[in-house]
């Protein structure tokens, strides 16, 4: 079974940096495509972030320029970097596993992560 357990949300204030991580098990890592979600209450789930396996990088409008996702594919980990937190970042990260060449091809969820973002 394919695993994927993040960790590194909490409470921020507005402008402050959170680093979530995203550990894999239960699958060759370094073959696919990854990526990060978030979910606020009572909204869809949206693409934050997505990294290829040879590091094409990926971004929501929203969040470009200050958040950056990177993968370490010894460690089967990867990252999202939260710069410049804003209250609208609020919501639960999830990390995603995808196939190959996307991530639409599989649906490998981890539990999420909850970042909130408020002075």
């Known amino acids: 079974q394919v695993q994927l357990v993040e960790s590194g949300g909490g409470l921020v204030q507005p402008g402050g940096s959170l680093r979530l991580s995203c550990a894999a098990s239960?699958?060759?890592?370094?073959?696919?495509?990854m990526g990060w979600y978030r979910q606020a209450p009572g909204k869809q789930r949206e693409l934050v972030a997505a990294?290829?396996?040879?590091?094409?990088?990926s971004y929501a409008d929203s969040v470009k320029g200050r958040f950056t996702i990177s993968r370490d594919n010894a460690k089967s980990t990867v990252y999202l970097q939260m710069n410049s937190l804003k209250p609208e970042d609020t919501a639960v990260y999830y990390c995603r596993r995808g196939g190959t060449r996307t991530l639409a091809e599989y649906d490998y969820w981890g539990q999420g992560t909850q970042v909130t973002v408020s002075s």
């Open positions: 239960g699958t060759i890592f370094r073959f696919y495509v």
């Open positions: 990294i290829t396996s040879v590091g094409v990088t």
